[in-house]
């Protein structure tokens, strides 16, 4: 395929309700940065479009959470979320907002060119209504059991377990979550988007024509969407929040934020060439240029499936390619902001960017291990201790040790001056080196082109191990000291020297051009040691050996990086077990036993001060009967209630090794989402036994309070799951 003559590249818009948290950052917004950063390097035409999600229920259900507008909302996390991806290096063309007036007016009239040409279907179908909130639920307003991995954790447009995009009539059990009542159905009109017109083009589209240059797990998702047969799409939605349906018979609905928000990649790229004086139609309409999405798992299917048929039917160009990520996790367990289970990108530049010791150095520092760890092709996982052995033994010991040694010794042995080389005594460790740096240039290149940014990676810290080791070997600070009458060294040995640090300088020139994909503030910083223009950071120069001129003068060293500290990781790691205990305490609390009317707890005497007495005492047991328990801790990681049972509760509890459902009699006495993170003290060895037709594999132990309320028996400190109770 000829190069492209020019690149329009998105991440994920972010919804605008909440704090983004690392895991986002490595999904949707490293990798694209680093690709769009090399191809800037390369001279290519390159855009790069992002901007704020602002429509869709997630923003009038956090203006809910606190008690204010959901204009409000988008307005306090646009800023917080474009300030954190400056401070994380992000470099957008555009970061934009689809509240703007440019966005709404783009959405409209991609709506009203489909549905003029037809290829919009106007039904009316019975929705989801919830009689007690008088309103018609949209798709997140539904949660029940997801038909493809059985998880509770579904909801009417997506399972937040498995990433399966859903409709809310494929869940099973569903209930509102405004009222936590089964909804009913009701008639309404809404338009759709026909996507079973275009289940042929797809296939070949994306089974045959990109089977060789997309990712499996995007190939596997698309195919399986695509085998289960497409549906007709609803593209409206009865909601009063979000972009007005442009028709006269559509009072009261918006356009559907999975039709509305992708669209928003093209009115950032209007904003952004009416900012700059240039034409937006080309980056969308020509066929010479290249539509790259950067997304994570759970929006493969709108950006591979949905959206593309829209770009389509409208004539614009589809993507090239959708390079979607897995998830991270964090310290071995999903991030959930509702456990304090997570790391903010603000808690991030506020602990580490802008400390005193911080600054865009730190912001580096995270960018190299997300990148390390990537989510490419499965899940993988953040830890603290991770982190700090990648800067220490990495960024620090190898790339930043490297670069320190060659400018200490170039200001020792050579005058401070870059030295000449001497090519009639070029050696073959010399041979070795320069055809190494040609080398992993190339790799470096071939990796970044195909998205495979974690090789890409290695390749250039690999680059700087290599560097030192031909130091290591070449010993300059030896053959300083075979010296002549004068005291100084040697002509011969001087030339060795001369040649040494030479290469190790130009080195130092390409690892900064190989780095500054990944590491923009470190490649700057070393330009500047280097006394060079970042023009020097342009590819071209990848691989080049006359990249720092003899006789220049350059700075004294100054280190690159600095040491993550013991007490830093203890103390994060502290952090993050305190909000996790924290939250866990706040829903123990919400379900403590109330206090008499004279604000007293039961007496000392054994016998409440009101209410009921305590149990009897059972017959005495003998150990082995007690042995016979299999007790072990479980974390509940999602409790629903069971239709028609007002007593039970059918819970996901994580064992360890295992994860099993247990249906317990506590539905009276908390509610589902108060469970969500608690550890129990569960009978593990209990024979399973069916309840409303879900077999329960285990029992929670609780204690009935004298009021006759219940708590849940648990550890006192966060415990591993699956550890034994004796």
Not at 187 to 214: C, G
Not at 218 to 235: M, T, Y
Not at 312 to 341: C, I
Not at 371 to 397: C, H, M, R, Y
């Amino acid at each position: 395929m000829n190069q492209p003559k020019r690149y329009l590249i998105t991440s994920a818009l972010p919804y605008a309700n909440g704090q983004k948290h690392i895991g986002h950052l490595a999904g949707a917004y490293i990798p694209a940065d680093i690709y769009v950063r090399y191809l800037r390097a390369q001279k290519r035409d390159v855009v790069y479009v992002c901007g704020s999600d602002e429509h869709g229920t997630a923003i009038p259900i956090q203006a809910m959470k606190e008690g204010t507008t959901p204009q409000a909302i988008i307005d306090k996390y646009h800023t917080i979320m474009k300030e954190n991806f400056e401070d994380l290096s992000i470099s957008f063309d555009i970061y934009d907002r689809t509240s703007n007036p440019i966005h709404h007016e783009t959405t409209q009239e991609f709506f009203t060119y489909l549905n003029d040409r037809n290829e919009l279907e106007v039904k009316e179908t019975e929705q989801y209504f919830d009689e007690q909130a008088q309103t018609f639920l949209a798709d997140r307003y539904i949660k029940g059991t997801c038909p493809n991995c059985g998880s509770d954790r579904a909801f009417g447009d997506q399972c937040e377990k498995c990433g399966t995009s859903l409709s809310p009539d494929e869940l099973i059990n569903p209930v509102s979550t405004l009222s936590g009542n089964p909804p009913v159905k009701k008639a309404t009109k809404h338009w759709y988007l026909p996507l079973n017109r275009h289940e042929d083009w797809l296939r070949q589209w994306i089974t045959v024509d990109h089977a060789a240059d997309w990712k499996a797990n995007v190939l596997g998702q698309c195919k399986s969407w695509i085998d289960n047969g497409l549906q007709p799409r609803a593209v409206t939605r009865d909601l009063d929040w979000g972009v007005k349906v442009p028709l006269p018979d559509a009072e009261g609905k918006v356009l559907y934020v999975w039709f509305d928000a992708p669209i928003g990649y093209i009115s950032a790229t209007k904003q952004w060439a009416k900012d700059n004086d240039k034409d937006w139609e080309p980056y969308w309409k020509d066929a010479d240029s290249k539509l790259v999405h950067f997304v994570g798992k759970d929006n493969i299917v709108f950006h591979c499936i949905i959206f593309p048929t829209m770009l389509k039917l409208h004539g614009y160009q589809v993507p090239e390619n959708v390079p979607a990520n897995e998830f991270m996790n964090l310290e071995g367990d999903k991030m959930s902001t509702s456990r304090g289970w997570k790391l903010d990108m603000q808690d991030f530049i506020d602990d580490f960017i802008k400390k005193e010791n911080g600054g865009p150095q730190l912001a580096d520092a995270l960018r190299y291990y997300l990148t390390t760890i990537l989510p490419e092709t499965k899940d993988s996982d953040f830890s603290w201790k991770g982190f700090q052995d990648a800067v220490n033994s990495e960024l620090v010991a190898i790339f930043g040790n490297y670069v320190n040694r060659t400018f200490v010794l170039m200001h020792k042995l050579c005058g401070g001056k870059v030295p000449k080389f001497h090519n009639d005594i070029i050696a073959e460790a010399d041979k070795g080196l320069i055809s190494e740096i040609g080398i992993s240039a190339a790799k470096v290149e071939e990796l970044l082109e195909t998205y495979k940014f974690r090789d890409a990676l290695f390749e250039v810290i690999d680059l700087a191990r290599k560097g030192n080791r031909y130091m290591q070997e070449q010993e300059p600070w030896i053959k300083a000291k075979q010296t002549g009458e004068d005291g100084q060294p040697t002509a011969e040995a001087q030339a060795k020297i001369d040649n040494c640090l030479h290469l190790c300088l130009q080195l130092c020139a390409n690892l900064a051009v190989l780095i500054n994909p990944f590491l923009p503030n470190t490649a700057r910083k070393m330009c500047t040691q280097m006394k060079v223009v970042d023009r020097m950071l342009e590819w071209e120069n990848a691989g080049s050996l006359k990249l720092l001129s003899v006789g220049y003068s350059l700075r004294a060293p100054e280190l690159l990086f600095r040491k993550i500290e013991d007490s830093e990781v203890a103390y994060q790691v502290e952090k993050l077990n305190k909000a996790l205990e924290k939250s866990r305490m706040e829903q123990e609390q919400a379900n403590a036993p109330q206090t008499t009317d004279n604000g007293q707890q039961p007496t000392g005497n054994g016998q409440p001060a009101t209410g009921n007495p305590l149990p009897e005492a059972k017959s005495e047991i003998q150990y082995d009967d007690f042995a016979k328990l299999d007790l072990r801790i479980g974390t509940i990681r999602e409790a629903v209630k069971v239709p028609k049972a007002d007593k039970l509760l059918q819970l996901t509890v994580d064992m360890g090794s295992e994860t099993r459902t247990i249906v317990s009699g506590i539905a009276q006495h908390f509610t589902p989402e108060s469970l969500a993170g608690k550890q129990v003290i569960v009978v593990a060895n209990l024979a399973p036994r069916k309840m409303r037709g879900i077999e329960s594999q285990g029992m929670i132990l609780s204690a009935e309070q004298p009021d006759g309320s219940l708590i849940l028996v648990g550890p006192d400190a966060l415990t591993i799951p699956g550890s034994g109770v004796k």
